[in-house]
């Protein structure tokens, strides 16, 4: 099978056409008249940063979600799908990022789901699928995955070929691959980009979307970089060099309010040592070290390893390797461990992993910290009211009372409430994860001025965020994560959106050394 | 360059068995109840002969295990499906009680009317499917509040146990058939049923609803309608039961089908089908429900009080819950 890429694709007329495509979640518009075209016979890449609507886009056409404006086309025809079942009868296939095999049902079951070669009397014949199963795996080249075996035993390597297989054997028009690489191994990719060159052979449109660079530049033939949920630009691979992609990508952005860096953090002691940090399978090495009153920023694309890092130096996450805090080696086996030893977690998703949203604000602010207001296991109410104002004050949460409920409260709002919390814990080590998303601009300024303030007491913190251009301003030091371990250290004038972005995507080294 | 066999993108190696000759640690759970069902009948068998091969013993013993085992079948599905059936008990005493009051003598009015008992069942059945799939409430709560329902409802029939069961009732449900008796015939049947029913598309899909409800949706599968075909097919079951334990015990008990709600699950549960859903078998529930009902006799055996019936019953669950439990935990991969 040749690489060699099929420039007769390019005679044919526009098989897949998406236009003008809208779509908001609750006020937020994810695409904002976004347009695709690719052709037959065509593998064709879609990039941009996290959020820039490539994942909403591929919900569209799969039919997961509904567009509120906007024409899709499929050779010539309008395509309205409103559910995955239609969009797979329309011939369209995707290789969901979020694997969409049954866990208890076995390989075979799961290949052929609802297509089962022989039904009898509403009886599925189990070795007649079984052996198809076998036989559809082996001619795709992984005829050892076990046919027997359910998806949940499965490595999560095999468990996407099999999601990629499942796909491919639909034998679709258009084929959607949603970061279908990323738990696969080199070798594997290689036998999917294999496949996927001869399914643009045979005609099919193969939409591939990836974070990797380099994964672009060796198989697609033409690209179309999204931000900020439109097309920003579109063309034949040669003629879009990475340099070309990573500035589209970036575009220009309306500037924020930053508070102004401390002092150079240089020569000051190390609070916070990690030593080849690893936790199967995303994180694989990581050491790195927080001194005193820095925000050491994490960057990198979604699922390179981060979020482990963050688990397992709060407890949360089974991991090998050393943590010095303050020259003390910690056994971190539960969150418990972390808080004891003044580790405190901002978490992702604050509304399920931060907050108790049915309790009060006064409730969640001193939930952490009980032990310092209370006297006999019973709570001091002076002492608690002294702490609750102090935080409400300090944070200026826009509420009617303290004992109000969390859950009216807006989102930027619940995070303060949620970093009231943690301060009221005095972390020497403060993990901040994501911890300014979907936040409004005015908030984000004021937990930008608390880290800040934060620093100036002395307190470390470890911030990752998904905004590129948040970390670009606001950290001292930014480490760059790519497959599980520091891909690249970036200090002083190095620490550059660009720079940032491009470590992320591992396609260009660093431009001042 | 690209490799054209699969064997340089293997990612684990390991030589393997024909498929059928295998034996995964995942299926470990659902064979095990055999395992019980053969140890306590040895012990059994070795302390008190009597109790196996005396005269009618076999009969005896197969009369108490039917009714359970019927339950359990239609409350494995239910389970599969991650949901559970409360209101069987609620179900069992309410047919109960129409069964001894409003039943002929015989003839072929008396199948009429025992047919229209088991349609009550289903329409109980479609009931529970109906607000579990149509308002999200937890299976549970629905099922708490419907076996409350009926089980009033069977109070309102019958106040007091007793009753009139009819003879021709009695007759058709009791004494051998062909030499054997009618209650080994019956759960000889079941086990075929399930043999039957176990690689069918309705099972296929109550797994996958059971494993991974939103990735099933993706899929295209019916969640609604299976989920009421499942509750409806266990309402039927337990009417099923209701017959027999009336003809059984001659009368009707307005309260008898509330020990069926926890035994039967705890039949599905020794059974090794998992309560999260998304795998079980009921022959290993019927299995699951014959080594429960083993153990009042091993007591008996052993001249001890029937409170350690109760005792033993908690004692061999829990030891064959903490068992799955880690086997469980041995097949999950991260």
């Not at chain 1, 919900?59 to 079942?85: C, H, M, T, Y």
């Not at chain 1, 309790?359 to 207001?373: F, K, Q, V």
């Not at chain 1, 190095?494 to 720079?499: A, D, G, K, L, V």
């Not at chain 2, 699969?6 to 498929?19: D, H």
Request: proline share 4%; with cysteine.
């Amino acid at each position: 099978m040749s690489g060699a890429r099929t420039e007769a694709a390019a005679g044919t007329a526009g098989a897949l056409a998406l236009t003008g495509v809208r779509k908001s979640f609750g006020g937020v518009e994810a695409l904002r008249g976004a347009n695709l075209t690719c052709r037959r016979g065509e593998i064709h890449a879609l990039i941009g940063e996290n959020g820039a609507g490539k994942s909403t886009l591929v919900k569209v056409l799969s039919g997961a979600i509904q567009a509120d404006v906007g024409d899709v086309e499929l050779d010539g025809r309008p395509l309205r799908v409103r559910s995955p079942r239609e969009a797979q009868a329309a011939g369209i296939s995707t290789v969901f990022q979020e694997l969409s095999l049954i866990p208890d049902l076995t390989v075979a079951g799961n290949l052929f789901y609802g297509r089962e070669p022989r039904v009898r009397a509403g009886r599925i014949d189990y070795r007649a699928l079984r052996s198809a199963a076998a036989e559809a795996l082996a001619q795709l080249g992984l005829g050892w995955i076990d046919v027997a075996k359910t998806a949940r035993e499965l490595p999560l390597s095999d468990r996407q070929l099999l999601e990629i297989a499942k796909s491919l054997l639909r034998e679709p028009a258009v084929l959607v691959l949603d970061e279908a690489t990323s738990a696969l191994l080199p070798e594997q990719v290689d036998w999917l980009f294999a496949r996927v060159r001869a399914f643009a052979e045979r005609g099919g449109i193969a939409l591939f979307i990836s974070h990797r660079l380099e994964e672009i530049q060796h198989l697609s033939h033409r690209v179309t970089v999204f931000r900020a949920g439109v097309d920003v630009g579109s063309g034949p691979i040669a003629e879009m060099p990475e340099a070309r992609l990573v500035e589209l990508m970036l575009g220009r952005r309306v500037d924020r309010v930053y508070p102004p860096r401390l002092p150079a953090p240089e020569g000051r002691e190390v609070v916070c040592e990690v030593v080849g940090l690893s936790a199967p399978p995303t994180l694989r090495d990581v050491s790195l070290e927080v001194r005193r009153g820095e925000v050491l920023g994490v960057g990198g694309l979604q699922g390179q390893g981060q979020l482990p890092l963050f688990l397992a130096l709060f407890g949360a996450r089974r991991h090998a390797g050393q943590v010095l805090l303050e020259r003390q080696a910690l056994r971190l086996r539960k969150p418990a461990d972390a808080l004891a030893a003044g580790i405190a977690l901002i978490p992702e998703d604050r509304t399920t992993e931060g907050l108790c949203l049915a309790l009060s604000i006064r409730d969640n602010l001193t939930l952490g910290s009980l032990g310092g207001i209370s006297r006999g296991g019973l709570i001091r109410p002076r002492r608690e009211r002294d702490l609750v104002d102090s935080l409400a004050s300090g944070l200026s949460i826009n509420m009617r009372h303290v004992s109000q409920e969390v859950l009216a409260l807006s989102g930027g709002n619940q995070q303060k409430v949620l970093l009231g919390r943690v301060l009221a814990q005095k972390p020497r080590l403060l993990l901040m994860y994501d911890a300014t998303r979907g936040v409004d601009v005015g908030t984000k300024a004021e937990i930008y001025r608390l880290m800040r303030e934060l620093c100036a007491e002395g307190v470390a913190i470890l911030f990752y965020s998904t905004d590129v251009n948040e970390l670009a301003n606001l950290a001292d030091r930014v480490v760059v994560l790519h497959d599980g371990v520091v891909g690249m250290h970036l200090d002083g004038d190095e620490i550059t959106e660009s720079n940032i972005l491009a470590a992320a995507v591992g396609g260009l080294r660093k431009a001042v050394s | 360059m690209i490799p054209t066999t699969g064997v340089a993108i293997r990612s684990e190696g390991r030589r393997r068995l024909p498929v059928g000759l295998r034996l995964t640690w995942r299926d470990v759970p659902l064979l095990m109840p055999y395992l019980y069902v053969l140890a306590l009948g040895t012990a059994v068998f070795v302390l008190e002969p009597r109790l196996i091969d005396g005269p009618g013993a076999v009969d005896a013993r197969f009369s108490l295990i039917v009714p359970l085992a019927l339950v359990a079948f239609g409350q494995t599905l239910v389970i599969v499906t991650r949901g559970v059936d409360l209101s069987v008990g609620g179900l069992i005493s309410m047919a109960s009680a129409l069964l001894a009051t409003h039943l002929n003598e015989s003839g072929p009015l008396l199948v009429l009317e025992a047919l229209a008992v088991l349609a009550a069942g289903v329409v109980v059945g479609v009931l529970n499917g109906l607000l579990i799939s149509r308002t999200r409430i937890q299976p549970f709560i629905v099922t708490l509040a419907t076996w409350s329902i009926w089980g009033g409802v069977a109070y309102a029939i019958l106040p007091i146990e007793g009753g009139k069961v009819s003879p021709g009732l009695i007759s058709a449900l009791t004494g051998p058939l062909l030499g054997i008796p009618k209650s080994v015939l019956a759960v000889a049947l079941l086990f075929l049923v399930w043999i039957w029913l176990r690689p069918s598309r309705f099972v296929a899909d109550l797994i996958a609803i059971g494993s991974d409800e939103d990735r099933a949706r993706l899929l295209g599968v019916r969640i609604g309608l299976r989920k009421i075909e499942a509750y409806a097919l266990c309402a039927l079951l337990a009417s099923l039961a209701a017959l027999w334990v009336t003809a059984q015990t001659q009368a009707g008990a307005p309260s008898g089908g509330d020990q069926f709600i926890l035994n039967s699950i705890a039949a599905v549960v020794l059974g090794g089908t998992s309560i999260f859903g998304g795998k079980g078998s009921a022959a290993s529930s019927i299995a699951g429900a014959v080594a429960f009902l083993m153990i009042p006799d091993l007591v008996f055996t052993l001249n001890l009080t029937s409170f350690w019936s109760v005792f033993f019953q908690g004692f061999i669950l829990i030891v064959a819950v903490t068992f799955n439990s880690l086997v469980q935990l041995r097949t999950r991969t991260a």
